[in-house]
């Protein structure tokens, strides 16, 4: 086979996997870039959970979909932003609209709350977006199940007053992107999260309701938060 009709070749099973109507639905579900369960998908999709699970195989092993195991469920994803703009130009080529993801949590879980010892929520979600977009954390070789921090990261992290030293000697991962459940997009989890959650309860830029696992950010949490990580919290009115 040339490596023209081999291109064609690719093309076109890529183009039909796309093209069951059963599969685009659940590709354009994903397209807000947030996770969702196969169960999520045979809803969205309208088939059975058996049938939906062979419609996401085939979509992974055409690389257009990629799959988490997070506990006892498996989450999945577009596998790249590639993949997302292909979607999207066919839906400008189709002249359709897709309805965006609206989370039923209620509002003061969903703006910031404890995940296990680690900050999650809507809060969690953007501190993990602009620790990745300022550089400071990087991938391991376990590449999207682990990270590590990069100098610049460690640098900023320590001149708050992270004990980073000590953090690495726990015996549990250091950092790993955990999905959040009510954002279906990835917080900060393992051992930095939970001394970055420590530090902000220190210095009272969030307080830990004691009764459920939402947390509250203070006026001067979110004046802190935005000066140290040019994160703007809503959500929530300053205490």
């Given amino acids: 086979m040339t490596i023209e009709n081999h291109a064609d070749h690719s093309v076109s099973k890529i183009a039909a996997a796309i093209g069951e109507p059963a599969r ?6 994903l397209v807000d870039g947030r996770a969702r369960t196969s169960t999520e998908l045979a809803m969205v ?3 059975t959970p058996s049938t939906a699970s062979v419609h996401l195989h085939r979509l992974k092993t055409q690389r257009l979909v990629k799959v988490l195991a997070q506990g006892k469920h498996r989450y999945y994803s577009l596998e790249g932003n590639n993949v997302a703009a292909a979607l999207e130009a066919l839906s400008v080529l189709a002249g359709t609209h897709r309805n965006t993801f609206v989370p039923s949590t209620p509002n003061r879980l969903r ?18 977006d602009r620790f990745k977009s300022l550089g400071w954390l990087s991938a391991t070789s376990n590449k999207e199940t682990a990270y590590d ?18 953090t690495r000697t726990q015996r549990r991962r250091f950092a790993y992107p955990c999905l959040d459940w009510s954002e279906r997009r990835p917080h900060l989890g393992g051992a930095l999260a939970a001394a970055l ?11 830990q309701d004691p009764d459920t696992r939402a947390l509250t950010i203070t006026k001067q949490g979110h004046r802190e938060l935005h000066t140290h990580f040019a994160v703007t919290t809503s959500g929530q009115p300053p205490l």
């Fill in 24 to 29: 685009a639905r659940m590709l354009y579900c």
């Fill in 45 to 47: 999709a309208g088939v």
């Fill in 111 to 128: 703006a910031a709350r404890t995940c296990y010892d680690h900050i999650a929520g809507t809060l969690g979600v953007a501190l993990h």
């Fill in 149 to 166: 921090l990069s100098p610049s990261g460690t640098k900023a992290l320590e001149s708050l007053g992270l004990d980073l030293a000590a």
């Fill in 197 to 207: 959650l420590h530090l902000t309860l220190k210095h009272k830029w969030l307080l």
